[in-house]
């Protein structure tokens, strides 16, 4: 049972736009989302976060929106660039909960 | 400042073996979480020590045991090794998750196991 969803597998992005990788949850008790990037052969690097008071955090390139109605969130990159090119997962918790759900990743590609 | 690091980066194991994955806390966590991540699947959540003691269980077996040490350092132990746990295993370490809210948890690079 996945509860953390990323439907799209690939995404290809000219360099300089903007990239939205999507993500979908289904547990409503969860309440803390992280964004990780993943290059091969590391470990995932935590990117962004957001916690369900919030429906919008800021870091630089990176934003990531929360509506929690629709059990959806998105990161976007803006401007894309080839160092972007990586695994990006979307994980979630629950307050109090020691674990990570995590999604099966998108694969971004930024074109030169 | 040290982060995750694990050992060793690659095993090959046959079925019905036993393997013992280790793991060495970022510098000042007390927290390591063990996750399996299958090909092509996100990272699934094994089991998390804290202070020496198992902290959470995902939905894992048994023959799935860990040890935290005084010093945050971390083993994963599997017993009768099932082809089907060829997988990276990821070690990933946190001040203290779960309390007064979520923090990120900073992963080593993983070990990649096979199972022949």
């Known amino acids: 049972d996945q509860q953390v969803k990323q439907n799209s597998p690939s995404l290809s992005v000219q360099e300089g736009r903007i990239s939205i990788l999507n993500c979908d949850y289904t547990?409503?008790?969860?309440?803390?989302f992280l964004w990780y990037k993943k290059y091969p052969a590391e470990g995932p690097t935590f990117l962004i976060s957001?916690?369900?008071?919030?429906d919008k955090n800021e870091d630089g390139r990176f934003t990531v929106f929360l509506n929690k109605s629709a059990k959806h969130l998105s990161l976007h990159i803006v401007p894309s660039q080839p160092g972007d090119s990586a695994v990006y997962f979307c994980?979630?918790?629950?307050?109090?909960?020691?674990?990570?759900?995590f999604g099966t990743g998108t694969r971004l590609t930024v074109i030169p | 400042e040290t982060g995750v690091t694990q050992s060793p980066t690659h095993l090959i194991k046959t079925r019905g073996q036993q393997v013992t994955l280790r793991c060495s806390s970022q510098?000042?966590?007390?927290?390591v979480s063990w996750y399996q991540q299958a090909l092509g699947q996100g990272p699934q959540f094994i089991f998390q020590?804290?202070?020496?003691?198992e902290n959470g269980r995902g939905n894992f077996p048994p023959r799935f045991s860990g040890l935290q040490f005084p010093n945050y350092s971390s083993e994963l132990n599997v017993n009768a090794l099932e082809l089907d746990d060829s997988a990276l295993y990821l070690c990933?370490?946190?001040?203290?998750w779960g309390v007064g809210g979520s923090d990120e948890q900073f992963f080593g690079p993983g070990t990649r196991l096979t199972v022949l």
């Open positions: 990933a370490s946190s001040p203290m």
């Open positions: 510098s000042g966590h007390n927290t």
């Open positions: 957001i916690s369900s008071i919030k």
């Open positions: 020590y804290y202070r020496e003691e």
């Open positions: 994980a979630a918790s629950g307050t109090g909960a020691n674990n990570l759900f």
């Open positions: 547990n409503s008790m969860f309440d803390y």
